[in-house]
């Protein structure tokens, strides 16, 4: 069956624009969880969504992100007015739900903030 | 909080010869241990991971890990390594029963492979 599906793949922005990143899990899986990947901080765990449960937000680097799961699958990340240090790859991962169970990751979206 | 160290940024090694990449975590127990591998412009591929009981794990594409508790490592070895094997290698570590706290990355180590 199909992985899991991020878009768009690349994203060039202007600084203090609004960008949505999308995440379509593994269909069946429950969990999904998103992180970013950047030179100076390596991978960074950003949030994480079970189902329809309302997300630990603590993770997310500033208020400026937000990030949301409809009808608990399809997720958005979203990044208000973007700063250079925003430009990153943005994984998202989905698992069966269990704490033991594998992550599996999509390609990532690539974002650029000029 | 829990840290991941993967002491070689870069590692060259020829092809046909053995791999070991060095992982060391802090944590206050035992936790959940991952390798992921990363090819150029793809996501990350699970390797392996380790969760409880034999301490010498066996992956994908010929790849093992061991675990030492003593040493708090979970190193990555190959014995006979292929140029497809060339690209980025990452120990990972969650906190057991707290997947939401998602997972602990170390920095990652860069693996070349020389013909």
């Known amino acids: 069956g199909a992985g899991v599906s991020q878009s768009p793949s690349n994203k060039v922005t202007e600084k203090g624009k609004d960008v949505e990143l999308r995440c379509d899990p593994i269909?069946?899986?429950?969990?999904l969880y998103w992180y970013r990947q950047s030179l100076g901080q390596g991978l960074e765990f950003l949030i994480y969504?079970?189902?329809?449960?309302?997300?630990?937000k603590s993770g997310l680097p500033s208020d400026r992100f937000s990030a949301e799961r409809t009808g608990g699958s399809v997720s958005t990340l979203t990044i208000q007015r973007t700063q250079q240090e925003d430009s990153a790859v943005y994984l998202c991962a989905s698992s069966l739900g269990q704490f033991t169970d594998t992550q599996y990751f999509g390609p990532g979206t690539r974002l650029t903030v000029l | 909080a829990q840290s991941v160290t993967q002491p070689d940024i870069h590692i060259t090694v020829s092809e046909g010869a053995s791999l070991e990449l060095r992982c060391n975590y802090s944590?206050?127990?035992?936790?959940?241990l991952f390798w992921y591998v990363q090819s150029p412009g793809q996501g990350l591929q699970l390797l392996l991971k380790?969760?409880?009981?034999?301490?010498l794990v066996q992956g994908i594409k010929g790849f093992e890990a061991e675990f030492k508790r003593s040493q708090s490592s979970f190193n990555l070895r190959k014995p006979s390594v292929h140029w497809s094997d060339a690209a980025e290698y990452f120990c990972a570590v969650e906190r057991p029963g707290g997947g939401a706290d998602g997972l602990t990355f170390g920095k990652g180590t860069h693996l070349i492979i020389q013909p």
């Open positions: 969504f079970q189902g329809n449960s309302a997300p630990d």
């Open positions: 380790y969760f409880s009981g034999d301490t």
């Open positions: 944590y206050g127990a035992t936790p959940y």
């Open positions: 269909s069946g899986h429950t969990a």
